[in-house]
């Protein structure tokens, strides 16, 4: 059969590629090897946080005496907090399955090669049958980078963050290579369900491309609570000779643990494509314009295979973009949508969270934008006062010098993840700080900051 869009992976760039373009009542065909969901869903946002929330279930049972709380022997089962995370992972994945289905989009299970390209027409393989159409979207999502530190490959003391996902026991001690987004967030949990951890980023600061006083209240709390986290510091080696102790030596010193995980970013996803000679890559990632579309006729790129920024977020907002440049084809319009790439929003699951959207500071230096920066601590909110008891929290404003354009938010304070969409807006929309103002924030919240801060 001759389909109008076959797309390769069904992570949430795929699936919502898919959906969009079967509501349109096109016909569309999704290959996927493993579950519908990819790395987000499957062993990546959904079952991460899971796990994070049943550690910070444990931890905050442990930690009330400040709210006049006290609990005793409180206990945690690890097996059941991955069992429930299964459960989770799951039904979101048949969620996504039925939606498909409703749309009459078809799914095959199955690896995807492209075999063929014209420019009106794509063949692609999987499962011995041939599928042919007019449109290509990849979407073959990225897998975890393994840097070419001796005694790291096929180390089975050395964890990926699917191997950490999907352990049965928690390890009795770890050392995390990489202080990125993937490191702290599972140091936090190991650390709230009583591991011992040490980081060990090769920069200067963990998270480097975040605000960095932001950053440094998370450092400076969870180096006091006992995490060690060590920063501008290289992983040279890795020994397992006297396992179950592996050894880690990094700028001249021996770490030990018990397990060792390795988060030091990913890499897109390339096989299958082998046919595309002609497609232009760029630091190892498709290259695309701003609708998403390759260098080749009617073959478009979304999510991590793009490696712009590696987010779920990201990945369904370019497959949002690229269908409407697609269905806009034969009828354009002037008012094609693009990605705002400088109003996405982020956020790193740690306790405190870190949330942000826009640029930062650094940032703007180095555009040569002139900002004017307000900030504020989170205790100016009476909702957070009243639950984040020892809580000092960060809420910073990057505005544009000359007219107070809200360019960028970024906090530090539980529950900032849930009110960053509203910063979101401001940044994305363009408002002024003026326009901000009139706008009423439901008390008492902690989103209020984002109004104390102008007011
Ligand atoms: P990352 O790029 O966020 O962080 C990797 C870190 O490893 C960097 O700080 C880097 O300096 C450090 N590093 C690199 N080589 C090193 C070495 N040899 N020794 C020590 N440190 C080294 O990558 P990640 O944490 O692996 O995450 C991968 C992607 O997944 C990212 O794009 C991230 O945004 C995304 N992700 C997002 C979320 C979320 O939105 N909450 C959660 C997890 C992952």
Redesign the pocket.
Known sequence: MRYYLAIIGGGPAGYTAAEKASKAGKDVVLFEQNAVGGTCLNV??IP?KSLLFGAKQYYNATHAQKYGVTAENVLFDFAAMQKRKTIVVRKLVAGIKQRLNNEHCTLVNGFAKVVSRQDTMVSIECNGETYEAENLMICTGSTNFV?P?PGIKDNPAVWDSTDALAATELPKSIII???????M?FATLYHELGVPVTV????PS?L?NLDPEVVQLLLEKYRKAGINILTST??EEIQSDDLPCIKVKANGEWYEAEKVLV????RANLQGLETLRDLELERGAIKTDEFCKTNLPNVYACGDVTAKI??AHVASRQAEVAVSKMLNAQSPITNDQTVNYLAIP????SNPEIASVGITEQQAAEMSIPVEVRKLPMTFSGRFMVENEGETGLCKLVLHAADHTVLGVHCIGNPCSEFIAAASFAVSKGYTVEEMQQVVFPHPTVSEILHEIIV
């Open positions: 990546g946002c991460t840097p530190i290579v990489g202080g990125g987004v993937i490191g967030e060990i980023e090769a920069m963990i480097p290289k992983v988060s030091v970013g990913r590696m987010l982020s956020v790193v699951y």
